[in-house]
């Protein structure tokens, strides 16, 4: 038997502009930005237990529930427990055993507690950013759930923050969804390096154009308020060739102040190295990045008062890849080499290349 799922409700909030961002949000949209990681991040941004809690039910925790506010004093424990065991690192008592879980961000974003606070209520999160990641992931492996049915689950989420994208009238042309077929799959596996299931992140894809070029940032923001907590992004896996983050601070002086604040100087990412799609055309621009959604499954477990597993989490994650670009351009990544029939015909010639190398291959029928 099923029982009915239960997802973390959200605060309505308004629609953010960029006319209204700040150095929070400019970090959160560069970190998708250029694919990185809040492990490297030296401190957090919230400014209230509000904006925490509702962070926290963006990531399906909802600590008014006992079970969530168990799981996560668990996770917690778990945390502080490695750091003390492997590294002999002191944590404050303050850190290790919050009044509320929702301390720890403030405690971590400066705004409570002690400068000594922040530094390991930091150290503290992240820990408890990658056990949740592990939990999620032997969850999964544990429920008797198909492939199918959570591409289900987590299509119909965020086609529910699609609508409400559009209701809340965000200058959105398309939202639109797709699923790689089996034949999609091997070829680019075959097509790929590294040859690992594990490492096909499109499979399940929303594509979203924009009106024009300055909606990008706003309707991506909106989706980290509404649909994935920024953290999830999966760091590394960004392809971005069409939005620069020293071209939103020049494109919105406002923003500028903030520079001098931010986690990484500005010329950060003129020093990465950038991977682009072998198989796109020249000109093709995009920003394709990848999120590790999360998912609760009460739905496939037992209620909480009948839960007698030893770990009581409720939440997986599946990952889901995002492109967006303006309709302009979307116009532009059609026509000439960037066209999608002449990008499967360069990963398919590459596909028979690796084929056939060395061997003598029956020719082709018809």
């Known amino acids: 038997m099923k029982f009915p799922h239960t997802i973390p409700q959200l605060p309505d909030i308004p629609v953010c502009t960029v006319a209204d961002m700040g150095l929070r949000e400019l970090e959160r949209i560069r970190l998708i930005l250029r694919g990185g990681s809040v492990i490297d991040w030296r401190r957090m941004h919230f400014q209230s237990r509000d904006e925490v809690d509702r962070f926290l039910r963006l990531c399906q925790i909802d600590t008014s529930r006992p079970e969530d506010e168990a799981w996560a004093r668990t996770v917690l424990a778990d945390a502080v427990e490695y750091l003390r065991q492997t590294f002999d690192y002191r944590v404050a008592d303050s850190v290790a055993e919050p009044e509320e879980i929702h301390d720890l961000f403030l405690y971590a974003s400066g705004v409570k507690g002690l400068p000594r606070h922040r530094r390991i209520a930091c150290i503290v999160l992240k820990v408890m950013h990658v056990l949740q990641h592990i939990e999620g992931r032997d969850l999964m492996h544990r429920l008797a759930v198909s492939e199918a049915d959570l591409s289900e689950l987590v299509t119909a989420k965020v086609l529910g923050v699609a609508q409400l994208l559009r209701d809340k009238g965000l200058p959105v042309a398309e939202f639109a969804h797709s699923i790689k077929s089996r034949e999609s799959l091997i070829t680019k596996l075959l097509a790929k390096k590294e040859t690992v299931a594990a490492q ?29 907590p920024f953290n999830f992004v999966v760091p590394g896996q960004t392809e971005n060739t069409l939005v620069s983050f020293k071209s939103v601070l020049e494109e919105n002086p406002h923003l500028k102040q903030f520079a001098q604040h931010l986690h990484l100087d500005l010329d950060y990412e003129d020093r990465e190295e950038r991977t682009r799609n072998l198989f796109s055309g020249n000109t093709y621009r995009a920003l394709n990045f990848v999120v590790d959604v999360p998912v609760r499954m009460d739905a496939y477990l037992p209620p909480p008062a009948e839960d007698s597993r030893e770990r009581k989490n409720r939440t997986v994650f599946t990952l889901v890849e995002f492109q967006i670009m303006d309709e302009e351009t979307a116009r532009q990544n059609e026509e000439g080499e960037n066209a999608h029939k002449l990008y499967k015909r360069r990963q398919k010639r590459r596909v028979l290349r690796r084929l056939s190398r060395g061997l003598v291959v029956p020719k082709r029928q018809g």
Do not use: M, N
Request: zero cysteines.
């Open 200 to 228: 096909i992140y499109d499979r399940t894809r929303f594509r979203i154009i924009t009106q024009k070029p300055a909606d990008i940032i706003p309707v991506l923001y909106f989706l980290t308020q509404h649909l994935f």
